[in-house]
């Protein structure tokens, strides 16, 4: 029996977290997040959920809380968006080195300077090379669901996970949501058997200086050094796909929803041009394929859910039959072009898909997209591709740009 | 009895709703209550959203609500409204609430003004009620102003034709106590029954 209520995707969130069993929570208030940090206080206080939530005075502190409470076995979760995801950055590499299956909500939201509290994806964006695997949710019931998989997926792999949803456009709108019963989420997802060696009897360091080489510790065994346990993490997130993918289709043979694993299409069957992006942007631009359709052009969205490990042997297969690609993207490499154009790219590398590519940088800071002006991009972008305009500059959508 | 003024096409129907009032109104709570009603009468597709960002009491804002046969899978500003609902008439002078409703759509004012005076906006539908004096009959404000917010949903349910009474009481008792629920159910009936519609003048 499905259990729907009309929620934002804070409280979406909220209801996800709580579901997994959470049992410390540390997350310091931000906007577009904050309600996602007050409801977790409530359910906490009011003994809704059994976890401890640790007040903490910044973004920083709330991760190393994160990390110590991991490190000890715990099952964690915290939240933040934009300059707060900035100020935890140290130990975003922290968490992500130290291998553990932290699950956090990134309400996406511009970053300053100048000041925004509205939504565009640079914050996470940012954050690529941290070492977590970023999931993009386009509605307030796959972020629901995606934080349920994603304590699955960490705790197989031993890699944090950063969910990511759109800040106001998911975070503060509200939908309908099923809510997965507890008990068949406590089947999913068992209680979290922690690896640690952590204990008050046998106190140890962890994470010491490590100097270039392998070398035996003080009873003789060769021990890894830092490019080995750095090797490992790579090789962790690199089986990830596999794992990601099994448990998008466990969940979806439990609940009854599939979110697509790596990446869902839309209208793909015949699909020639292809839209693609991620988040609230890649839902938008399904309604910009109908419009497209119906002028008789064969358009179809691939919305990218997992930007890392950046599932590029998926995506090629996904993309073979394009003849035409255009990317929009809430973010922007400075001084070249939007990260996922760079790295769709290079995922052609070699194949025989040389279709031609456009990118346009859409939304930042909050700027409204609607499905009709994804439509007349991508309709002009064809057109252009018609002509043999195979590469263009980065194009600002929807911005004055003198 | 209530009727779908609308046709749109077989494909994709959505009706796309705007409430219109100050801070403190309660309009993101009337355009959540609708899309909740909504969902209860088999809407498959609801979205409500607040005007994204600050809000400030008294400040002129507005919030959102979708309904369509099928889920939503967009979520940007509506652009053109098939309905607006103004809370707070002073908005007039203050808001242009016409540029963002479509030619043809439906305007529901909280008004004491008569409708034969609303007669410069000859392409649209007009409803009036007036959910003030509906609250103040009954006894329903907050921190001494009129409640309006739920009446209002009553006015909508008359002029629309798109949701029940019915499905507004369960909205209603889902998310208020049982005696406020009853309570502003009142008002709702109230404004049900005293909400005058006239079509479009051809």
Redesign the interface.
Known sequence: MSN?Q?MTGNQAAAIGAKLSGVQVVAAYPITPQSQLAEILSQYIEGGELKAEYVRVEGEHSALTVCISASTVGARVFTATSANGLLYMHEQLHWAAGSRLPIVMCCVNRGVGAPWT???DQQDSISQRDTGWIQIYCR?NQEILDTIIQSYRIAEEVYAPIMVCY?G???S?????VDIPDPEKVREFLPPYQAHTILSPEDPRTLNAVLFPWRRANSEGVLCDGYMEMRYKLQAALERSPAVIQETSRRFAEVFGRDHGGLSWGYRMEDAELIMTGMG?LA??A??AA?ILRDEGIKAGVVGIRVFRPFPAKNLKETFRGAKGIVIFEKGISYGYEGALSSDLKAAFYGSENQAPVHNYIAGLG?R????RELADAARASWAEMQTGIVEKPTTWLNCYTG | MAFLFFCKGDR?IMYEVIWHGRGGQGVVVAA?ML??AA?LQEF?G?????T???ERRGAPLTASTRIAQE???????I?EADIAVVLDESLFKVVDIFSRLRKNGLLIINTQTPLEKWDEQGEYRIAVVDAAGIALRHHLSKEGAPVVNTPMLGAFARASGLVSLEYIEKALNHKLSKEQGSRNFTTVKAAYEETIVREKKD
């Open positions: 729907v009309i509290i509205f939504n509605n759109d106001f456009v998911l503060h709108t509200m939908m309908p609230s839902s938008e399904t309604q109908d909050g409204d997209v609607k499905a | 994709a959540q899309a909740e969902y498959k609801v979205t409500s959203a607040p994204f960002g600050p889920p939503i899978r967009i979520f940007s500003q652009e």
